[in-house]
């Protein structure tokens, strides 16, 4: 019996007399007369799919299921290459919602595809050596941790060929690369913040206010909807998070709890729900009017073009994100004498070593009040009243 053949298909953009254009895949199929005819798929609008990248994500899910025969008939990888087909055949396919999330998904195929495949796609797996790995990993224009979860992707996929039988090491394992930060985040001081808020339009107020006083990740501020906020017990139900133009779950179980509102919170929300234009229960709390509200926000549009050129209007030389204000958040629950637990309880953190990181980046004069009481203690000398940022300690 002939062994099938993998096939890559191919991608076109295809114009509609009534309607924007489209993305289209293509693909040959053998009928049952065993004759190739060719095949399509219709995989968006351009509106929907903006530029040739999305439409190759959108196109995987097909890819990968017209090339399932042809796959699990191949037997054992004679290249990495082919290894790697199998391990996305088995383990990233996006029609699954279990397991991964479709973010961490995403991440795994570009690093694929534009790191380990070029360069080691052709290898035969067993040619690969752990010396020649870390030197390629230290060559790559990348910041650390991006070196650390490319050696990473790239071990996974020598374990799955493991699992499967089909090799008997993982040259990876031994790999060092370092994933310290060339530089800490930047995070605002209140002065900052305060200015920056001012200058901001009402939506991307609203956003920065939200991110900056919950430590939500702007996925999962996208991913709220209006039966979400419960404005009498000042709480919000964290539920769902918005990535790469797909509503998933939130990055771990615990991000999944409810999160206090501050009164000024509120009031913005009560706000905003009266213009922006989808106030019902079911509708998004930040919807996107480029697809009626269907969807939420797309959020690098407003960081990009609103938050990032007035941040530097009002004289704020740091790089500016929406994570710069979870950032500042967990800044300022760690200078102000908080329980580590409490704000590892704020903050959703999964594990308590996240939390005594953001306690180890705490300021200098927050260090010098801490240094002087254990001081004033150890010589018995009177205790003084100090301030930080003008609060009496």
Request: one cysteine or more; glycine letters at 6%; charged letters at 25%.
């Amino acid at each position: 019996m002939k062994r099938p053949r993998y096939q890559f298909g191919s991608l076109y953009m295809e114009s509609r007399r009534n309607g924007p254009d489209v993305w289209v895949y293509r693909w040959r199929e053998t009928n049952q007369q065993g004759s190739r005819q060719l095949r399509k798929q219709i995989l968006g609008t351009v509106k929907e799919l903006r530029n040739q990248a999305d439409a190759f994500r959108a196109a995987e899910t097909f890819r990968l299921s017209i090339n399932r025969q042809a796959v699990e008939h191949a037997g054992p990888p004679p290249t990495l290459r082919k290894l790697i087909e199998h391990y996305r055949l088995k383990e990233l396919p996006m029609d699954h919602h279990e397991g991964k999330r479709r973010s961490t998904k995403m991440g795994y195929i570009s690093n694929l595809d534009n790191h380990i495949v070029p360069r080691w796609g052709d290898y035969l797996p067993s040619r690969v050596t752990t010396i020649e790995v870390e030197e390629w990993l230290k060559s790559l224009v990348l910041a650390p941790a991006s070196r650390a979860k490319v050696r990473n992707v790239l071990s996974m996929i020598f374990r799955h060929g493991m699992r499967w039988g089909w090799l008997d090491k993982n040259p990876v394992t031994m790999v060092r690369v370092s994933s310290k930060r060339l530089r800490r985040p930047d995070v605002l001081t209140a002065e900052e913040f305060r200015s920056l808020l001012e200058a901001l339009p009402q939506r991307e107020r609203l956003l920065g206010t939200i991110c900056a006083t919950t430590g939500l990740r702007i996925g999962e501020v996208l991913g709220l909807k209006w039966e979400d906020i419960n404005f009498t017990t000042h709480m919000a139900d964290v539920l769902r998070s918005y990535s790469d133009g797909a509503v998933g779950p939130c990055k771990t179980e615990i991000s999944e709890q409810p999160v206090p509102l501050d009164e000024i919170v509120l009031e913005g929300l009560q706000g905003w729900r009266q213009v922006s234009g989808y106030p019902e229960a079911s509708d998004w709390v930040f919807a996107s009017d480029h697809h009626f509200g269907k969807t939420p926000l797309w959020p690098d549009s407003p960081r990009t073009k609103i938050l990032q050129p007035i941040a530097r209007r009002v004289g704020i030389t740091k790089r500016i994100g929406w994570h710069t204000f979870r950032r500042t958040y967990s800044s300022l629950l760690a200078s102000t004498g908080n329980d580590v637990k409490v704000v590892q309880e704020l903050m959703r953190h999964s594990k308590i070593s996240t939390t005594m990181e953001v306690y180890a980046q705490a300021g200098m004069e927050q260090k010098r009040v801490a240094q002087r009481r254990a001081v004033d203690v150890l010589l018995g000398r009177k205790p003084r009243i100090a301030t930080i940022e003008g609060a009496e300690l």
